[in-house]
């Protein structure tokens, strides 16, 4: 009904917008990564001419993401940060993605947007609230007076790792849960039945046949919020501050930001792109893979 150029003509819009907001400013890091700097100001001289790229500031950088050197104590900070994180909001948005999706009924809609509603305040409102639960004085440290748990309270807003992991897990849950409930949605309800009548409990059906449908919408909920959680920068510089819980994402924000060299910056970015690349890759595979078993 339709001639084929008309979809390339609709994606055209698409295209130009990662053209213009995607590819030419990572291209941009990518000159300044394997560009010079100048010698006396210490400002980047961006290399646009890949003929004329250098890789010894990557490659001197790259050094440093080996075990014992400086950036890698950064680089396994991040790493345990952002798999706690990521467990802890599995741990909690599987179970509301599971209820929503096969137990609620008449109030599926309003749970539905209640889940949508934290994306109408700002992230930015969000993590400056939690400064205010972490206070020294703040509603946190009173009710663990009141509940009689601890005299002194810890210090939550200086340099304390489970205040920048909870609040990682406040931010991005509701980025696992929606495409979690999507995956959830999308299992055939008859699979479901044919398990209950060949005698599976309730426990069963889920362990073998719920579960092992649901592995890639985990495995897509889970690169949702892992990949942007490895190049967060702000969260833990509002509920914390510290130098103690710093992220891969400060380390470069401070070259970008104030630091002697912004080409250090760039290539920090390259080498978290690649790793996160490698993530994604590894997400299309097993997503393919499960698809090619799945295919009749």
Known sequence: ?????????????????????????????????????DPIFQNPVPAWNPLQWKFSSLLDTL????????????????????????????????????????HARRSKPWLIALLVLPFWISYLMRMLAWTNLFAPAGLVNELLELAHVTRNPPDWLNGNPVSVIL?????????????????????????LDAARDLGASP????????????????????????LPMFGDYYTPNVVSGSPQTSMIGNLIDIFFH??????????????LTMFLAALTAYYLFTVNRAHRESAP
């Open 203 to 226: 426990l069963q059906t889920f362990l073998r046949v719920t579960l092992p449908l649901s592995k890639t919408g985990v495995l897509g909920a889970v690169v949702v919020i892992g």
């Open 63 to 102: 050094e440093g993401f080996l075990p014992g050197h400086e950036y890698w104590r950064i680089f396994l900070r991040t790493t345990e940060y952002v798999a706690v994180a990521v467990s802890v909001c599995l741990l909690i948005g599987y179970p509301v993605a599971y209820y929503v999706s096969r």
């Open 1 to 37: 009904m339709y001639p084929k150029w008309l979809w390339r003509v609709l994606a055209l819009p698409g295209i130009a917008w990662l053209i213009a907001l995607f590819l030419v400013p990572f291209y941009a890091v990518i000159g300044v990564a394997l560009g010079g700097v």
């Open 258 to 271: 104030g630091g002697p060299q912004p080409s250090i910056g760039a290539s920090l970015t390259l080498i």
């Open 167 to 191: 609040a990682l897990v406040y931010g991005y849950i509701p980025y696992l849960i929606l495409p979690l409930l999507a995956a959830l949605d999308r299992i055939d309800q008859s699979l």
